[in-house]
C-alpha cells in the first residue's frame, strides 16, 4: 500500500502564503491520481486540488487562481502552494491517493492519516 506524509502547515497571515508537501512511498504504482482535501470544525471534507498520474489539474471554485498543486515525481511529492490566503482557508489539511475512477470521479482511499494545520489569521 501507499503510505503518505504530509506536512507543512502553520500560521500564516492573511494574504500570505503556505505550501504543503505530501511525500509518498511504498506502491506508487497503483497511484492514479493524488488530491489535497481539507476540513474546518463543523464543515464536510472537502477537494482543494487534484492531480492525475498524467499532469491533470483540477481546483476547487474557491481556490482556483489562488492556490496550485505542483508536483515533482523524483521525490514522490506532492505540493499545495497556497497564495493569498484567506481567513476561510483554515482547515486541517489532507493528503491522499486516489485509486478509482467511477463517473467521471476520482475517489480517495478510505485512509486519512493526522493531516496538517492550517491557519489564516492575524
Known amino acids: 500500500q501507499v503510505q503518505l506524509v504530509a506536512f507543512g502547515g502553520g500560521l500564516v497571515q492573511p494574504g500570505g502564503s503556505l505550501r504543503l508537501s505530501c511525500a509518498a512511498s511504498g506502491s506508487i504504482f497503483s497511484i492514479i491520481a493524488m488530491g489535497w482535501y481539507r476540513q474546518a470544525p463543523a464543515k464536510q471534507r472537502e477537494l482543494v486540488a487534484g492531480i492525475t498520474s498524467g499532469g491533470s489539474k483540477n481546483y476547487a471554485d474557491s481556490v482556483k487562481g489562488r492556490f496550485a498543486i505542483p508536483r515533482d515525481n523524483a521525490k514522490n511529492t506532492v505540493y499545495l502552494q497556497m497564495n493569498s490566503m484567506k481567513p476561510e482557508d483554515t482547515a486541517v489539511y489532507y493528503c491522499?491517493?486516489?485509486?478509482?475512477?467511477?463517473?467521471?470521479?476520482?475517489?480517495?482511499?478510505?485512509?486519512w492519516g493526522q493531516g496538517t494545520q492550517v491557519t489564516v489569521s492575524s
Open positions: 491522499n491517493v486516489e485509486l478509482t475512477y467511477i463517473s467521471g470521479r476520482y475517489y480517495p482511499r478510505d485512509s
